[in-house]
């Protein structure tokens, strides 16, 4: 199932294979809408390492935060071929402030960036 012109359902699906809840769909729809503005900035794809999430994955597989917006359907971990972790959270961090992205929460990662539409800002540094 197509999201946007470079994104599908598949590539947010919960790894465990999990069902996706109608309402974490709807999430996902505009978390992709969000990261295509992303990749039309870029010109490169974004791979997503992590999407959604189902409870059970998030709280015992995952080990995730207990109220991870990844459960939500809201939450993307991502890599763009060509950035660094550092670069990519820049980025994300200019388009909201510019008012071309939503905003929401933005941790940085040794080998990933999240970004979620959670509508407050959240700002986390996890770097080792």
């Known amino acids: 199932m197509k999201l946007t012109s470079n ?3 598949s590539e947010f699906d919960c790894k465990s294979g999990a069902d996706m809840p109608q309402e974490v769909l709807n999430n996902i729809q505009k978390l992709a809408n969000q990261l295509q503005i992303i990749r039309n900035k870029v010109g490169v794809p974004i791979k997503i390492n992590s999407g959604y999430r ?3 994955y998030n709280d015992n597989v995952v080990k995730g935060a207990k109220n991870s917006q990844h459960k939500l359907g809201k939450a993307s971990d991502i890599v763009i071929e060509g950035y660094t972790p550092d670069e990519v959270a820049d980025l994300i961090e200019e388009l909201i402030e510019s008012g071309d992205i939503l905003q929401g929460g933005l941790g940085r990662y040794n080998t990933f960036t999240h ?5 407050v800002k959240a700002r986390w540094n996890f770097k080792k």
């Open 7 to 9: 994104f599908s359902k």
């Open 54 to 56: 189902s409870p059970d």
């Open 115 to 119: 970004y979620d539409i959670r509508k």
